[in-house]
């Protein structure tokens, strides 16, 4: 069997997958790097715009948004409550063996 060997192509970096329910952004520009503290700088000029294009750039990004469906956000409530419920109940409970095991001990 012979080895193959030829060099390897570089491969391109694959776009992130989106998750469901969220977007994610799958490219970086060429100017951008990453700071120390992981914070991303563009080092090109900004050009400054007016308050309609403003807008409409804000306006063309939130149609890209993937919104959660009705039945999503309803279950995501109802397991917030349930959690909510569930930890304030264990919560509770921890505070009155606290309490009790302080007054056995202090009489």
Do not use: C
């Amino acid at each position: 069997m012979r080895k193959n060997n030829s060099p390897k192509a570089p491969s391109k970096p694959k776009p992130k997958a989106k998750m469901a329910g969220h977007t994610a952004i799958a490219t970086k520009s060429p100017a951008a790097t990453a700071g120390e503290d992981g914070a991303v700088a563009d080092k090109s000029t900004h050009k400054k715009v007016g308050a309609a294009e403003f807008f409409r750039l804000t306006r063309a990004e939130i149609g890209r948004i993937t919104w959660p469906s009705r039945k999503e956000t309803t279950m995501t409530t109802v397991m917030v409550f349930v959690m909510v419920t569930i930890l304030s109940l264990f919560f509770f409970l921890v505070d009155q063996i606290l309490s009790y095991g302080i007054k056995v001990l202090l009489g």
